[in-house]
């Protein structure tokens, strides 16, 4: 008989939360009892999982004792104060905030053998969703190419930010189409019909924290601690799906078909054909993979490789890369 866990789930009515449920539903994740956790404003609604609605509860007065396994999609607040407290009492944890500097950054496309001889109970990190799509891309095309520099602009959904965000969007768009006076409130100008150019606040060099976060995570889960990257987050109007312009700077000519074929046989990766592209709406959202078009060499340098990526944030960039984690995890939990 396959072994259950007791599993909690931090941040469980957000965006991530109610997805990363889901998806512990449908991948029948051997959970035995749920746990489903929140701020003090949240607690006492519902979750349904596996036919029945699951009571949320605050994450302030909950034993991390009773469970084996804790997910952190909360925020970065709420994992520094409860995520060391879960792993004192013995639970492993996945963190989806970047909050845990000294947490594994795991994706398991491209470093999952990182876990191996990886210190009980597990202390891991989910990466940021842009990562995640940048590590499953890249980390195929290793073997193939010396990679010297990528460059990276990332455009990003607004649910990256939550729900506030997403309806924030949602009002804008409606007062822009019924020619009402614009008043933004959650974004700082408007964001609807626009695009802005960053995402958070900037450092004294000009960078945001989410910039430097994918730069520090896409070294590790590459295994290229000294690759150059160049990182520009913009924050562009679309509810939901991630899309991504890549360059990737080699050392020697790159060899298109081999990175097609080698496209073609990851996984996780869907390749769309020359004559085509893909779209965040069209393709991504809802679905598991990451779609990779436009590839192509450079126009002047055949040592560049180009591409285009979208995937949808909130599943398969958060969620998904979680649960794929923790069913790695279980198996050195038996």
């Known amino acids: 008989m396959n072994p259950s866990f007791n599993v909690a789930v931090v941040g469980a009515t957000g965006s991530v939360g109610e997805t990363l449920v889901q998806i512990l539903e449908e991948l029948a994740f051997p959970v035995a009892t749920l746990h489903l956790l929140a701020s003090m404003e949240s607690a006492g609604s519902s979750v349904m999982f596996a036919g029945r ?12 004792g009773q469970v084996r396994l804790a997910f952190f999609a909360a925020g970065a607040a709420v ?11 013995g639970c492993a944890v996945i963190d989806l905030s970047g909050a845990l500097p000294d947490a594994l950054a795991l994706v398991p496309e491209a470093n999952a053998q990182a876990l191996h001889g990886l210190a009980q109970p597990a202390w891991v990190c989910s990466p940021s969703a842009a990562a995640v799509a940048l590590a499953v891309t890249l980390a195929p095309l290793r073997q193939h190419l010396e990679i010297e520099r990528i460059h990276v602009t990332a455009c990003l959904a607004v649910s990256a930010q939550g729900r506030e965000a997403v309806n924030e969007l949602a009002r804008q768009t409606a007062e822009l189409l019924n020619a009402r006076p614009l008043e933004p409130r959650f974004f700082d100008r408007q964001m609807a019909f626009n695009l802005l150019a960053r995402v958070g606040e900037e450092d004294a060099q000009g960078h945001s924290v ?4 994918l730069v520090s995570e896409l070294r590790v889960l590459l295994g290229l601690p000294d690759v150059k990257i160049a990182v520009t987050c913009i924050q562009v109007p679309v509810f939901f799906g991630d899309s991504y312009s890549v360059s990737v700077q080699t050392r020697r000519p790159v060899d298109l078909a081999v990175v097609q074929g080698a496209l073609d046989s990851a996984p996780s990766i869907e390749r769309v054909e020359a004559d085509d592209y893909p779209t965040p709406v069209g393709d991504a959202v809802g679905q598991d993979v990451v779609y990779v078009g436009r590839v192509r060499l450079g126009i002047d340098e055949p040592e560049q490789l180009n591409l285009w990526m979208t995937t949808d944030n909130v599943r398969k960039g958060a969620a998904l890369n979680a649960v794929q984690v923790a069913q790695l995890l279980i198996k050195d939990m038996v």
């Open 53 to 64: 609605k699951v009571r949320v509860r605050e994450v302030d007065s909950f034993d991390f």
């Open 79 to 89: 994992s520094r104060s409860f995520a060391d407290k879960a792993r004192q009492a």
């Open 210 to 213: 989410l910039e430097r976060r």
